[in-house]
């Protein structure tokens, strides 16, 4: 069964970082686009990164580009979501989704078909 597994959240102060990662034990990792998704209290669950095969087609979404970079390591099965300069905005439980394959469109929850329980991330001002 295809299952991502997050871990890295935590609570920081405004202007800290946290690298959040994601695994899953599927022989092709590499070619599963994966993606990190965050839903805030009372919100609707919103784009945060995407990242398709081999690395060079990285999204990161409008209200954290600057502050946040996705990447993989396709040999350790891993992603990771480098979170800089954090703002109390965004606190939220952070999701690690994915796909086999790859689309340039897929930044929407509804594109991916695997989800992971999710990790909670706090940031105080």
């Known amino acids: 069964q295809v299952q991502p597994v997050e871990s890295g959240g935590g609570s920081v102060p405004a202007g800290g970082s946290l690298r959040l990662s994601c695994t899953m034990s599927?022989?092709?990792?590499?070619?599963?686009?994966m993606g990190w998704f965050r839903q805030a209290p009372g919100k609707e669950r919103e784009f945060a990164a995407r990242i398709g095969w081999s690395g060079d087609s990285a999204v990161i979404a409008d209200s954290v580009k600057g502050r946040f970079t996705i990447s993989r390591d396709d040999a350790n099965h891993m992603v990771y979501l480098q979170m800089n300069n954090l703002k109390p905005e965004d606190t939220a439980v952070y999701y690690c989704a994915a796909r086999f394959g790859y689309q340039s469109t897929w930044s929407n929850q509804d594109d991916y078909l695997y989800w992971g329980r999710g990790t909670q991330v706090t940031v105080s001002s």
């Open positions: 599927v022989r092709t990792f590499s070619g599963y686009t």
